[in-house]
Structures are given as structure tokens and as C-alpha cells.
């Protein structure tokens, strides 16, 4: 079993910036692909970020340039940097995470982008 632990989420005004990290623990071999994906009120769960095992990104165009993905494997921890923070990316932001052919899921944590 493989467990994901959040944290880094809060309340911030637009044009501001939030860091989200994502530690996996448990019986863990290989992580492959790790991501940030996002669900807001009333909509779909939506991609923000994926990265590869080895470092290939790829992001939500509504993000490119305001949000940067990156991993740590030595520590299972995969991170999300965003910045110039938006009325709408006000959500609750899930890690995803690979190990052999099963995805695991965060618990989710919240962004609030609000003046």
C-alpha cells in the first residue's frame, strides 16, 4: 500500500504565489510518472501538471508559465510551484502518483485564490 501526504495549501490573494508538496510512503519499488491535478467547485477533476520519472513535464495550457512541476525521487516527493496565482485556479489540488501499473491519490488540499 502506498500512502501520499499533502501539504502547502492555503488561502492567498491574486498575483501571489503557494508551494504544494506530495510524500509518498509505504511499499513503494519504483515511482513512475508522478502529477498535480485540480478540482473546482462544480467542475471536473482537470490535469495541472504532470512529470515523468525522468523529468519529461507536461502542463495544462492555463498553467504554463505560472506553475512549475518538479521531484525529488530520492525522497518520493513530488512539488508544485505556482505563481502569479488567479481568481481561477481556486480549487482542491490532488497528487498522483505511479507505482508499477496502479495509480494512487492524495487526500487533496485547498487553494484559495481570493482578494
Known amino acids: 500500500q502506498v500512502q501520499l501526504v499533502e501539504s502547502g495549501g492555503g488561502l492567498v490573494q491574486p498575483g501571489g504565489s503557494l508551494r504544494l508538496s506530495c510524500a509518498a510512503s509505504g511499499s513503494i519499488s519504483r515511482i513512475g510518472d508522478m502529477g498535480w491535478y485540480r478540482q473546482a467547485p462544480g467542475k471536473q477533476r482537470e490535469l495541472a501538471a504532470t512529470i515523468t520519472r525522468g523529468g519529461s513535464l507536461n502542463y495544462a495550457d492555463s498553467v504554463k508559465g505560472r506553475f512549475t512541476i518538479s521531484r525529488e525521487n530520492a525522497k518520493n516527493t513530488v512539488y508544485l510551484q505556482m505563481n502569479s496565482l488567479k481568481l481561477e485556479d481556486t480549487a482542491v489540488y490532488y497528487c498522483?502518483?505511479?507505482?508499477?501499473?496502479?495509480?494512487?491519490w492524495g487526500q487533496g488540499t485547498q487553494v484559495t485564490v481570493s482578494s
Open positions: 498522483n502518483v505511479w507505482v508499477g501499473f496502479r495509480g494512487y
